[in-house]
């Protein structure tokens, strides 16, 4: 039983490692190596008869909460096949509970090794993309293949997701690089230059909203690391010069600013009209601020505010009322559908439509409560995490998409579980001093 037992945490911890490895590249293997991941939990606790030890404790139940205000909100769907759909969509958001939160089977320097193999595996796609790229702009003078979705392509990811991504790994690695106990000058400049690299994939694939949250949280860093070390005022001036020339570096990225002027330039008005053209000219800012000016009608109409219109009814009302402000809806070919099955593009906005007042405010008070506790155990990679993904739902339904679901429940139940450990072991070791 004991070699049975081992052998399952072997290939569970495995495992944990190989999912992270993969998430920063497309297809569905992913969801194959999850369901592994819950057969090896299992023979894990049946190996080490450790079902009593399982602790259905808050962290558990608060992370699962996300996963099961979609379960009741199929109560008052219509379209059941449709919410079904949703909801086996967010399984994971109690699978990682279950696995990372239900009993401790994995040690904080365990927990570390997995997010820096997700760091390098990021490093090893952004060579990959960037490689890519610039032999396809060698080969044809096309410099579309050096930005947004067409560098992404190589790897089948959605470029803003897969910017997200880079932006963790670059907080991963400075982590590292920022290490007291790290005094190896080879591996520094390895860490730093791993850094530049990611750095340029994340410029590249020009996604405002999250070099925006790049920016903000990088700023907030090096103000918190300084202030730390007594130098607040060294720290800000460099957090402002490290912003500006990010800034700078953007401004010079042409296909970058093209997609900043965009906003700038944004015709505001289109949102007063009441039926468009099939040519109406949108920009990211206001086809957004359209989809969300539509979620609240809907709840207005319904009178939904407090429970939503339903987890499986929100996209068929959203398609309703496009078409009915003739809002595009495609060349009647099943390779052009307009806008129809345009989401709200915010996960706030989302989760008020399907689930109300009620919904939206367990999300906003479990992501800041879970934001407050990172700040309190000082653990700043997790805090970059959560900023990270409060800033990037406010233009994305990060919960709606499998690489989205898989980036926020395995992270947050990861860190939630290094802190418990970090905890856990302080008050041992105090225990143990007297």
Same mark, same amino acid.
């Given at each position: 039983?004991?070699?049975?037992?081992?052998?399952?945490?072997?290939?569970?911890?495995?495992?944990?490692?190989?999912? &992270?490895?993969?998430?920063?590249?497309?297809?569905?293997?992913?969801?194959?190596?999850?369901?592994?991941?819950? &057969?090896?939990?299992?023979?894990?606790?049946?190996?080490?008869?450790?079902?009593?030890?399982?602790?259905?404790?808050?962290?558990?139940?608060?992370?699962?909460?996300?996963?099961?205000? !979609?379960?009741?909100?199929?109560?008052?769907?219509?379209?059941?096949?449709?919410?079904?759909?949703?909801?086996?969509?967010?399984?994971? *958001?109690? /699978?990682?509970?279950?696995?990372?939160?239900?009993?401790?089977?994995?040690?904080?320097?365990?927990?570390?090794?997995?997010?820096?193999?997700?760091?390098? #595996?990021?490093?090893? $796609? %952004?060579?990959?993309?960037?490689?890519?790229?610039?032999?396809?702009?060698?080969?044809?003078?096309?410099?579309?293949?050096?930005? =947004?979705?067409?560098?992404? %392509?190589?790897?089948?990811?959605?470029?803003?997701?897969?910017? &997200?991504?880079?932006?963790?790994?670059?907080?991963?690695?400075?982590?590292? !690089?920022?290490?007291?106990?790290?005094?190896?000058?080879?591996?520094?400049?390895?860490?730093?230059?791993?850094?530049?690299?990611?750095?340029?994939?994340?410029?590249?694939?020009?996604?405002?909203?999250?070099?925006?949250?790049?920016?903000?949280?990088?700023?907030?860093?090096?103000?918190?690391?300084?202030?730390?070390?007594?130098? &607040?005022?060294?720290?800000?001036? #460099?957090?402002? %010069?490290? /912003? $500006? @020339?990010?800034?700078?570096?953007?401004?010079?990225?042409?296909?970058?600013?093209?997609?900043?002027?965009?906003?700038?330039?944004?015709?505001?008005?289109?949102?007063?009209?009441?039926?468009?053209?099939?040519?109406?000219?949108? @920009?990211?800012?206001?086809?957004?601020?359209?989809?969300?000016?539509? /979620?609240?009608?809907?709840?207005?109409?319904?009178?939904?505010?407090?429970?939503?219109?339903?987890?499986?009814?929100?996209?068929?009302? *959203?398609? /309703?009322?496009?078409?009915?402000?003739?809002?595009?809806?495609?060349?009647?070919?099943?390779?052009?559908?307009?806008?129809?099955?345009?989401?709200?593009?915010?996960?706030?906005?989302?989760?008020?439509?399907?689930?109300?007042?009620?919904?939206?405010? =367990?999300?906003?008070?479990?992501?800041?409560?879970?934001?407050?506790? +990172?700040?309190?155990?000082?653990? =700043?990679?997790?805090?970059?995490?959560?900023?990270?993904?409060?800033?990037? +739902?406010?233009?994305?339904?990060?919960?709606?998409?499998?690489?989205?679901?898989?980036?926020?429940? !395995?992270?947050?139940?990861?860190?939630?579980?290094?802190?418990?450990?970090?905890?856990?072991?302080?008050?041992?070791?105090?225990? @143990?001093?007297?």
């Amino acid at each position: 039983m004991e070699k049975t037992a081992l052998l399952a945490f072997r290939l569970f911890y495995g495992l944990c490692l190989l999912f &992270a490895a993969l998430l920063p590249v497309g297809g569905k293997v992913n969801n194959l190596v999850l369901i592994l991941l819950l &057969a090896t939990w299992l023979l894990h606790t049946w190996a080490t008869k450790s079902w009593h030890l399982i602790s259905w404790r808050s962290e558990f139940w608060l992370a699962a909460g996300l996963f099961f205000i !979609f379960v009741v909100g199929l109560l008052h769907t219509e379209n059941l096949r449709q919410g079904f759909r949703d909801v086996e969509h967010k399984l994971a *958001l109690l /699978a990682f509970p279950l696995i990372f939160l239900s009993q401790k089977i994995l040690s904080t320097r365990q927990v570390a090794s997995i997010c820096r193999v997700f760091a390098y #595996a990021c490093l090893a $796609v %952004a060579v990959y993309i960037l490689s890519l790229s610039f032999w396809h702009y060698g080969q044809t003078q096309d410099a579309t293949h050096l930005f =947004y979705h067409q560098l992404a %392509a190589p790897v089948r990811m959605h470029a803003i997701m897969l910017s &997200a991504y880079f932006a963790l790994a670059i907080f991963r690695l400075l982590q590292d !690089f920022l290490n007291p106990g790290n005094t190896h000058r080879l591996q520094k400049a390895g860490q730093l230059s791993g850094c530049l690299v990611l750095l340029t994939g994340l410029v590249l694939l020009s996604s405002k909203t999250i070099l925006f949250a790049f920016l903000v949280i990088l700023f907030l860093g090096m103000v918190v690391y300084f202030s730390r070390k007594q130098k &607040a005022f060294t720290g800000f001036l #460099a957090a402002v %010069a490290v /912003a $500006v @020339s990010l800034v700078l570096a953007i401004l010079l990225v042409p296909n970058l600013r093209q997609r900043v002027e965009e906003i700038a330039h944004s015709k505001l008005q289109v949102l007063e009209m009441e039926r468009f053209e099939y040519d109406t000219e949108f @920009s990211g800012l206001t086809i957004r601020l359209l989809f969300w000016k539509y /979620a609240l009608t809907l709840l207005e109409r319904d009178q939904a505010w407090l429970w939503g219109v339903g987890t499986g009814d929100s996209q068929d009302q *959203l398609n /309703a009322i496009y078409r009915e402000h003739n809002l595009y809806s495609g060349n009647g070919t099943p390779q052009d559908v307009g806008y129809q099955e345009y989401d709200t593009h915010n996960q706030f906005m989302e989760t008020f439509l399907k689930l109300g007042l009620l919904g939206l405010a =367990y999300l906003l008070f479990y992501v800041s409560r879970n934001l407050f506790l +990172s700040f309190q155990k000082r653990h =700043y990679l997790f805090a970059a995490f959560l900023l990270l993904f409060i800033i990037f +739902s406010v233009t994305e339904t990060t919960l709606q998409a499998n690489k989205g679901i898989f980036f926020f429940a !395995f992270f947050n139940c990861l860190f939630l579980l290094q802190i418990q450990q970090e905890t856990e072991d302080k008050e041992t070791a105090k225990k @143990s001093r007297h």
